[in-house]
Each structure stands twice: as structure tokens, then as C-alpha cells.
């Protein structure tokens, strides 16, 4: 059974920390890895990762994915209290996602 | 560019009754699809669609029917409601031909059944 994990399930830190979120997966005909943010609504996509140790970047948000030992990280620099959300890691196959019960991170100001 | 609209927004419906949960994209996607969303579960696959007259089952398809008459239009239906369908639902759409293409999600039902 296609699976993804993800840890911690709850964060909490102070603004200005960097945080890391863990993401590990088992999926038949892996294709990718996606990160999500939710907060009130809908999930926003962040990144999609295909290639291992190709790191990707976007302001303060970055992503890697390690295809031998299965998993991805999101690390966040220099947390703000508007990163506080549900981030949600998936993992691709066929024309399919399978997603990761979540990460909830809360920055205190 | 409305990307995927769902409604209702919210929903409260009696053991038994019946209905059916609305999803458009105009982003011309082919695929599309339905996730609930429970506490500590995560979004977990109802059903999806790869096109027009094409439907399939996900995950967790039991007590819901749907059905793609259209590119743009993929409606949930709940034949009759239990409160284990509780939930927060998302549509979500992608471009199937785009290889690698990721989701993008409508603004969720919130379902209660009492």
C-alpha cells in the first residue's frame, strides 16, 4: 500500500527560527514529490522534486529530495508568523497523489 | 482566472439525505478529481476522472458517485448521507497531458451529517 509520512505532526517555534519538515514515502511508480501550504482554504503548491539532490529554492522555502533513501525535506529560514499553516507532502503516480497526513506549524511572534 | 470553484462552501445534511457536492475548472484540465480531508488522515482519493466519460475509483469511493459529462464539470453525489462522511471535501484539477503537472484545488465543502 502506497504510503507517505510525515514528521513532525505539529511545530511550534518563534519567529525568526528555521525549521525543517521530514517527508518520507513508499510509492509503486513514483513520478514525484510535491509540497503543499495550506492554511484556511485550499493547499497552494510550493514545489514538485523529481530529481535527487537537486535542490529547489523559492525566497526563503527550500526543498530537496533523496530518491535512494525516500524521502524530502522543506527547510524554512527565518520564519514569519504568515508561514503558520499546514504543509502537506505527496508523493506522485500514475495520474495520481497520495498525500501525508501533514505537518501543522504555528511561528509565534 | 477562476482555477477551480466548488460549492456549496458548507453543508449540513440528516442521516439519509442526499447531495451533490459541485466542482468546475476553467483551466481546460484534463484530469480531475475528489479528496476528502479528515483530521490526521490527510486528503485521501475519493474518485477521479482523466476526461470526459471517464471515471474511476480512489481510495475511499464508497457512499459517493460521480460522473464527467464535460472537460470543466466532475459533481460529487452522496447517495445517502452518514455521518462518517463528515469531512472537508476538495476538487482538484491538473493537466493530464503535462507531464508531471501538479494539483490544484478548489476552496473545500465543509460537510456535516448529523
Known amino acids: 500500500e502506497d504510503k507517505v509520512v510525515q514528521s513532525p505532526l505539529s511545530l511550534v517555534v518563534h519567529e525568526g527560527d528555521t525549521v525543517t519538515l521530514n517527508c518520507s514515502y513508499e510509492v509503486t511508480n513514483f513520478r514525484s514529490l510535491l509540497w503543499y501550504k495550506q492554511e484556511k482554504k485550499a493547499p497552494t503548491f510550493l514545489f514538485m522534486l523529481?530529481?535527487?539532490?537537486i535542490e529547489k529554492k523559492s525566497g526563503r522555502l527550500s526543498s530537496i529530495l533523496d530518491k535512494k533513501e525516500l524521502f524530502s525535506i522543506l527547510n524554512i529560514t527565518a520564519t514569519q508568523t504568515g508561514d503558520s499553516a499546514v504543509y502537506l507532502c505527496a508523493g506522485a503516480y500514475g495520474q495520481n497523489f497520495v498525500f501525508g497526513p501533514g505537518t501543522r506549524l504555528s511561528v509565534l511572534p | 482566472n477562476a482555477g477551480v470553484t466548488q460549492t456549496p462552501k458548507f453543508q449540513v445534511l440528516k442521516t439519509g439525505q442526499s447531495m451533490t457536492l459541485q466542482c468546475a475548472q476553467d483551466?481546460?484540465?484534463?484530469?480531475m478529481s475528489w479528496y476528502r480531508q479528515d483530521p490526521g488522515m490527510g486528503l485521501r482519493l475519493i474518485h477521479y476522472?482523466?476526461?470526459?466519460?471517464?471515471?474511476d475509483q480512489g481510495e475511499v469511493p464508497n457512499g459517493y458517485n460521480v460522473s464527467r459529462s464535460t472537460t470543466e464539470d466532475f459533481p460529487l453525489r452522496l447517495l445517502s448521507a452518514a455521518p462518517s462522511q463528515t469531512s472537508v471535501y476538495f476538487c482538484a484539477s491538473r493537466a493530464a497531458r503535462t507531464f508531471n503537472s501538479p494539483l490544484h484545488f478548489g476552496n473545500g465543502t465543509r460537510l456535516t451529517v448529523t
Open positions: 483551466m481546460n484540465h484534463e484530469y
Open positions: 476522472s482523466v476526461g470526459a466519460g471517464i471515471t
Open positions: 523529481t530529481s535527487s539532490g
